[in-house]
């Protein structure tokens, strides 16, 4: 192949911008189906982004002659399903995160994968992103020295009717959890992605406000193997005006600190401080999805493997449903 033609099961609102529009921007690749269960939504989609072919039916899209790769934005429920499916249709997969709802499912979709020798992509997008590699270039420019310990902390507050049916992510049986389950993975894996193994790891969670099913509080704590210390607080019902989103890294000769959702790094060094900015992306997949068409035609690496992703899977159930915090894909 010297193209990527590609396929998105469940195209809601994260594809409506994030992702969907810069299939067809990125150099050999192109969108050309789409799927969703609304037989009037997954239409309006396909005409407004100018997308060829849409289907209602998820079989039909993952077996479809002219559909190279599939693309998994679905609710994390339907993900394992969704990917067993293409890969046993032949087709490499890029998977939302999070990848699953818990690590069992995932192992299983890595295993599949791995037996059946498909590619398999997740989508933690942010390693790609300039902001958040222009961190990792500090961290091995030794800019704020060796580093001792690295501090997490995301307040929001509740809004409006966030118990809704409607809104999936604070069901655990479609979401895996609540708001950590969406928004945590962007996190651990860039703790992974900086520091590299975790040595150890243990964590609470409660839901103090019950808004809804899932936990809406978690503190967690990572032992890295190079003895940098992690601790981490995400708080989703905190008065308005008392949010937070704060990434702290913390060296013997400085500190940098950024929000994971947004576009400014403060970096200090000793009595001097600097603030990078970097523009937000038009498309915020766009750098991840220019890394995974080289690695689907075999022409680069992966860019964020399942076992990557798994480990951070592993630290999220650990912290709110208190499992082992032992490594088990190798």
Not at 35 to 49: C, G, L, Q
Not at 54 to 61: K, L, R
Not at 135 to 141: C, D, E, N, S, Y
């Amino acid at each position: 192949m010297d193209e990527i033609r590609w396929g998105i099961i469940g195209c809601g609102d994260v594809t409506e911008k994030k992702s969907g529009p810069a299939f067809n921007k990125v150099p050999q690749s192109k969108l050309i189906a789409v799927m969703r269960r609304n037989a009037e939504k997954v239409k309006d989609y396909a005409t407004r982004h100018h997308v060829p072919y849409y289907f209602t039916d998820a079989s039909e899209i993952i077996h479809h002659p002219e559909v190279d790769a599939i693309y998994i934005a679905t609710p994390p429920k339907y993900h394992e399903e969704y990917a067993i499916a293409s890969i046993q249709a032949g087709k490499p997969v890029y998977i939302e995160k999070p990848m699953s709802l818990n690590v069992v499912s995932c192992s299983i979709m890595a295993e599949t994968a791995a037996a059946n020798q498909i590619k398999m992509v997740i989508a933690h997008y942010r390693r790609a992103l300039p902001m958040f590699l222009y961190v990792k270039t500090l961290l091995a420019q030794n800019a704020i020295g060796t580093v001792q310990s690295v501090e997490i902390n995301m307040f929001k507050s509740a809004y409006p009717n966030i118990g809704d049916p409607s809104n999936w992510r604070v069901f655990p049986e479609f979401s895996g959890g609540g708001l950590f389950y969406d928004l945590a993975p962007h996190q651990i894996d860039l703790l992974f992605f900086y520091f590299g193994k975790a040595i150890s790891y243990k964590g609470v969670s409660a839901n103090r406000a019950n808004l809804y099913p899932a936990e809406d509080y978690v503190e967690g704590e990572i032992l890295f193997e190079n003895n940098i210390s992690f601790k981490g607080i995400w708080d989703f019902n905190v008065p308005k005006g008392n949010e937070k989103d704060t990434f702290t890294i913390q060296g013997l000769d400085g500190s940098i600190s950024f929000p994971v959702f947004g576009n400014d790094i403060t970096l200090q060094q000793n009595e001097h401080t600097k603030v990078i900015s970097f523009e937000p992306p038009l498309h915020n997949q766009q750098a991840m999805i220019e890394l995974i068409v080289p690695y689907f035609l075999g022409r680069g690496d992966n860019p964020c493997s399942a076992q990557d992703a798994i480990q951070s899977m592993q630290v999220m159930e650990s912290f709110v449903y208190g499992k082992d915090s032992l490594f088990s894909i190798k």
